[in-house]
């Protein structure tokens, strides 16, 4: 019997191919920029290629990963490598760049009950987690046939090609504490009313 449980919360990520542009003449051999174990901040917009936005930061605080430590996928990484504080970047991340292709193997049917208590609350899109050897694994409930459920264990995004506006907002060294356990420290603005106060 499957090890399943409802899955709260689940922060997307994000990704990037080419054209750069930027504010001004960045002076990078005096700039910080972003590489290896720094903490960057950005603020960005994604949108599918025919313009759908599908994420984006607007209205909220900017998004903080530390470099180099798989919090973001990688293309993401890639493009933003050497931006410096001020500099926006626009890129388009291909599937292999970005989530990877889905995959056919990576779909199973299993049987209603190995869901448990939880069996009558299954709907189509519903996002759910089965416990394994590897940890906790994501998955989408796709179809649902009588008796018979259909979970989808590929990303969301997998197989999509996604395309980004991207602004540094700010760039740090990552402080000891944070390279150790990967956890980002963010210091709130002393006059910081939040996000959805009307004065950003």
Do not use: W
């Not at 920029?33 to 209205?59: L, N, R, W």
């Not at 049917?109 to 940890?135: I, R, S």
């Amino acid at each position: 019997m499957l090890n399943i449980t409802t899955i709260k919360a689940l922060r997307k990520s994000h990704s990037i191919t080419h054209r750069v542009t930027s504010d001004g003449h960045c002076q990078r051999n005096m700039a910080e920029v972003i590489e290896q174990d720094k903490i960057a901040a950005v603020h960005y917009v994604g949108t599918y290629p025919d313009g759908e936005e599908f994420d984006s930061s607007k209205g909220k605080d900017p998004l903080h990963f530390l470099v180099g430590h798989q919090q973001m996928i990688s293309g993401f990484e890639e493009e933003m490598m050497g931006a410096a504080a001020g500099e926006k970047r626009e890129f388009t991340l291909t599937p292999d760049r970005a989530y990877g292709e889905r995959q056919e193997e990576a779909i199973q049917k299993v049987a209603k009950t190995d869901f448990g208590e939880n069996a009558d609350m299954l709907e189509v899109g519903m996002m759910m987690g089965a416990q394994t050897p590897q940890g906790m694994m994501p998955f989408t409930i796709s179809e649902i046939n009588g008796d018979e459920v259909t979970i989808d264990f590929n990303h969301q995004m997998a197989g999509k090609t996604l395309r980004f506006s991207v602004e540094v907002v700010g760039i740090r060294d990552a402080t000891p504490e944070e390279l150790a356990h990967g956890q980002i420290r963010v210091e709130p603005k002393s006059d910081d009313c939040g996000p959805s106060c009307g004065c950003n």
